[in-house]
C-alpha cells in the first residue's frame, strides 16, 4: 500500500524537535519528512540535517563571468572600436579596474539571485503540500508512512504536543 | 511560536515593579512579542485601511506627475533643451542636482539594510524593507533625472556597449560611462535585495489574500512555502547580498563623485570628494529614513507597535554619527582647496561666502552639520519622532543645497570671467517637483501593496532576544540561533 504523507503542526521549536526526533525512532528516516516554518530555523535545532545549497557557488560562478566580461569590454573590445584619444592609451587599466569590479559584481549579484530560483525551484505554482497556518507562525511536519499506522503515529506525536496530526494533500497555493 | 514572552510572567513581573526606575524591556520590539498570526493581521490590517485623506493625497501626486513630470517632459522633449536653465557656463544644472540627491537617499537603504544586517544591529528589523523601497525608488528618480538631463533622450541607447554600424563604442575611459555601469548594478542589486527578504512576507499575504490581491501575491511569492531548502537557500542569498551590495553602494557615489572631481575645475578637482560624497549620501538617506518612519508610524495603522522610539533613538545616534564625519570630510575638502591659493578657487570660495547664493551655502552648513551636533546628542530630541523628522527634512534641504552649490553654482565660477552667469533653473523646477511626487506616489502605492514590515524578520529577532538574570538583574541577551 502507498504510503500517505501527514502533517503535524506544532507551536514552538522544543515539540517540533522532540517529534521529530521520535519520527526518527519510529523509522521515519529524514528524506521522508519535510520541516516548513514561518522563520528559518537552523536544522541542528530541530536535529535535522543541513541542507545542501548551491547559492554561494553560483554566486561565485557569476562573479568569475563577470570578471571576464568585464575583461573582454574594457579590454576586447575596443580592438573591435577603436576609439583613439590623443595620449590616451587604447587599453588604460586604471579605468578598467573600475569596469572589472562593477562587471563582476553585477554578475554575482545576477547569479545569486537566479540561484535562489534553480535551487528552490521558483517560480512553482503547482499543486503543493502546505497549510497557511506554517506562515502565521506553526512549524509543519511532513511526514510519509503507511495509512493503517496513522493512529500509532498521532497519539505519539500528540503526546509530544503537536496541535493537530492530519493526512494532507497537495493544494494550490 | 510564543517563544520570548515567557519571562513576563510571575515573580518576573513582580521583580519589574519593584525596580520601576530601572529600563522596562517591554518598550523595545525585541522584549515585546506578539503571536506571529497577530502580527501577520496587523501588517496586511495596514495594507488594507485607506482613507479619504489617502485617497486625496494620492490623487493630488497623480495629477503632479501627470503634469509636473510627463507633460513637462514630453515638452521638454518636443521643445529642446532651450525650455530648460542650462547654459554656459552651467551646463550641468538642476537634472544632476537631482540625479545626486537620488542616489543619495537610495544609500539608506542599503546602508541600514545591509551594513547593519552584517554588523547585526537588531534595531534594523523593523524599517529594512522601508528603507529598501527608498532605494529602489530613488534610483528610478535618478535615473529618470538622467535621462532628462540627456535631452535627447531617444538616443540614449548610444551610452549601452551594443555591436553597431555607426562606428561608435562607448569609451570606456569616461567617469560618465562607469556611471552608467555602477548605476545599472546598483540598481538590479537593490531591486533583487529588496526582493529577496520580501518572498516569505508576500507567501503570508498570499495566505491571507482573496481576490486580485491573492493572485498578485501568488505569482510574487513564486510557490513559496517556507521549507528548510528554501530558508537556506534565501538566508545563504541574503547574506552573499548584504556583503556584495555594501562595495557597490560605496562605488556608486564615489563614481557620481568622480564625474565632478576628474575634471581640473575649481571647487571639484579632489581628491576626498569619494568619500565626502558617501557620508554626504548616508546623511541625506537617514533623515530621509526619519521622515519615512515618522509618516508610517503617524498614518498607518499599527506601526506604533513595530516602529517605536527606540527606533528613532537608534537612527537619531546614526545621524549624529554621520555628520560628525560628513562635517570632517567637507572641512578636509573645504580647508585644503581654500588654502591651495589657485586664483580662481579663491574667487569661487570668495564668491561662496558673499556672492549672491551665500545664502544656500549657510544653509547648507546650518542644515547639515550644526543642526544635527546642537540638537541630536538630546535622547528627548531623538524620541520624539515628528523632531527627528524634521531634522532629517532639514537635513535634506541642506543636502539638496550642497548639490545644488557643487553643481550649477560652482560652475558659474570658473577660470573665464567673461562666462561667468548664475544659473537660473527653468523648466527644471517642474520637472524637480515630478520626480519628488513619483517618488511620494509609488512609496504610497507599494505601502498597500507590499508589507513594509517584514515580519518573519521581526518574529526572528523577537524568538533570539530573552532576558537572562544576572546576581539581582535581568538582562537583555541575543541567542544566535545560526
Redesign the interface.
Known amino acids: 500500500m502507498a504510503d500517505t504523507t501527514f502533517l503535524a503542526l506544532f ?3 522544543d515539540p517540533a524537535a522532540n517529534a521529530i526526533e521520535k519520527l526518527h525512532e519510529m523509522g521515519v528516516t529524514n528524506d521522508r519528512m ?10 541542528r ?1 530541530l536535529g ?1 540535517p ?2 545542501w ?1 548551491n ?2 557557488r553560483l ?1 561565485l560562478g557569476g562573479a568569475i563571468a563577470g570578471f571576464f566580461f568585464g575583461l573582454f ?2 579590454f576586447g ?2 580592438n ?4 583613439r ?1 590623443g595620449g ?1 592609451a587604447l587599453f ?1 587599466i586604471p ?2 579596474l ?2 572589472l ?3 563582476t ?2 554578475f ?3 547569479a ?2 537566479l ?3 534553480l ?8 499543486s ?1 503540500q ?1 497549510v ?1 497556518q ?6 509543519g511536519v511532513f511526514f510519509q508512512i503507511p495509512q493503517e499506522e496513522q493512529q500509532k503515529f498521532t497519539d505519539a506525536l500528540n503526546e509530544l504536543g503537536a496541535e493537530s496530526v492530519e493526512p494532507t494533500e497537495a493544494r494550490q ?1 | 511560536m510564543a517563544v520570548t514572552s515567557k519571562y513576563f510572567s510571575g515573580s518576573e513581573r513582580a521583580h519589574e515593579e519593584h525596580h520601576e526606575e530601572e529600563h522596562d524591556p517591554r518598550e523595545s520590539l525585541m522584549f515585546d512579542p506578539l503571536p506571529r498570526g497577530v502580527m501577520n493581521d496587523m501588517v496586511m490590517e495596514s495594507m488594507h485601511t485607506t482613507s479619504w485623506k489617502f485617497w486625496l493625497v494620492l490623487g493630488i501626486l497623480a495629477f503632479l506627475v501627470a503634469t509636473c513630470f510627463f507633460y513637462a517632459w514630453g515638452y521638454m522633449i518636443s521643445e529642446g533643451l532651450y525650455v530648460a536653465g542650462v547654459m554656459r557656463p552651467s551646463f550641468w544644472g538642476i537634472f544632476l542636482v537631482n540625479t545626486v540627491f537620488w542616489i543619495g537617499i537610495s544609500h539608506a537603504g542599503t546602508f541600514i539594510s545591509a551594513i547593519l544586517r552584517v554588523m547585526k544591529a537588531e534595531f534594523r528589523r523593523p524599517f529594512t524593507r522601508a528603507a529598501e523601497l527608498m532605494t529602489t525608488f530613488g534610483l528610478i528618480q535618478a535615473g529618470a533625472s538622467i535621462f532628462m538631463h540627456l535631452g535627447r533622450v531617444w538616443l540614449a541607447y548610444w551610452l549601452f556597449p551594443i555591436p553597431n554600424e555607426r562606428q561608435l563604442w562607448p569609451n570606456f575611459h569616461s567617469p560618465l560611462m562607469w556611471d552608467l555601469l555602477a548605476i545599472t548594478t546598483y540598481v538590479l542589486g537593490s531591486t533583487m535585495y529588496l526582493f529577496l527578504p520580501l518572498i516569505p512576507d508576500l507567501a503570508m499575504a498570499r495566505d491571507r489574500s482573496t481576490g486580485w490581491r491573492k493572485t498578485f501575491y501568488r505569482i510574487l511569492a513564486l510557490g513559496f512555502r517556507g521549507t528548510e531548502g528554501e530558508w537556506r537557500h534565501l538566508t545563504v542569498a541574503m547574506n552573499i547580498f548584504a556583503f556584495a551590495i555594501i562595495p557597490v553602494m560605496f562605488s556608486v557615489h564615489t563614481i557620481v563623485s568622480w564625474d565632478f572631481a576628474m575634471a581640473m575645475r575649481p571647487g571639484w578637482s579632489s581628491t576626498v570628494f569619494g568619500p565626502y560624497f558617501v557620508l554626504g549620501a548616508l546623511h541625506s538617506g537617514m533623515g530621509a529614513v526619519a521622515i519615512v518612519l515618522f509618516i508610517m508610524r503617524a498614518t498607518m495603522k499599527h506601526m506604533d507597535y513595530f516602529i517605536r522610539k527606540e527606533h528613532f533613538d537608534a537612527l537619531g545616534k546614526l545621524m549624529l554619527i554621520v555628520s560628525f564625519a560628513y562635517a570632517y570630510f567637507f572641512f578636509n575638502d573645504y580647508i585644503v582647496q581654500w588654502y591651495g591659493g589657485d586664483l580662481a578657487t579663491d574667487n569661487l570660495l570668495h564668491w561662496l561666502e558673499g556672492g549672491p547664493m551665500a545664502w544656500m551655502f549657510f544653509q547648507m552648513i546650518g542644515f547639515n552639520i550644526v543642526l544635527p551636533w546642537l540638537t541630536l546628542w538630546n535622547k528627548r530630541i531623538r524620541t520624539t519622532p515628528w523632531l527627528l523628522a524634521l531634522i532629517g527634512l532639514l537635513i535634506n534641504v541642506g543636502m539638496y543645497w550642497e548639490r545644488y552649490v557643487i553643481i550649477p553654482v560652482m560652475l558659474t565660477i570658473n577660470r573665464m570671467p567673461f562666462t561667468w552667469r548664475l544659473y537660473e533653473p527653468r523648466i527644471e523646477i517642474f520637472l524637480t517637483i515630478g520626480t519628488f511626487s513619483m517618488f511620494l506616489l509609488f512609496y504610497m502605492i507599494a505601502s498597500r501593496l507590499i508589507p513594509l514590515i517584514p515580519v518573519w524578520e521581526v518574529q526572528e529577532g523577537q524568538m533570539t532576544h530573552s532576558l537572562r538574570k544576572v546576581g539581582k538583574a535581568h538582562l537583555p541577551t541575543i541567542t544566535e540561533f545560526e
Do not use: C, W
Not at chain 1, 519535510?34 to 536544522?43: A, D, F, K, L, R
Not at chain 1, 573591435?80 to 576609439?83: D, E, H, R, T
Not at chain 1, 535551487?119 to 503547482?126: A, Q, T, W
Not at chain 1, 506554517?134 to 512549524?139: A, L, P, Q, V
Open positions: 507551536e514552538d521549536i519535510e520541516v516548513m516554518s514561518g522563520v528559518p530555523i537552523n536544522p535545532m535535522r543541513h541542507p545549497t547559492v554561494s554566486a569590454l574594457n573590445t575596443p573591435l572600436y577603436a576609439v584619444v590616451q588604460p579605468p578598467g573600475i569596469i569590479f562593477e562587471m559584481m553585477l554575482a549579484l545576477l545569486t539571485f540561484g535562489v530560483f535551487e528552490s525551484d521558483f517560480p512553482n505554482y503547482r503543493l502546505y497557511p506554517i506562515s502565521d507562525g506553526k512549524i497555493l
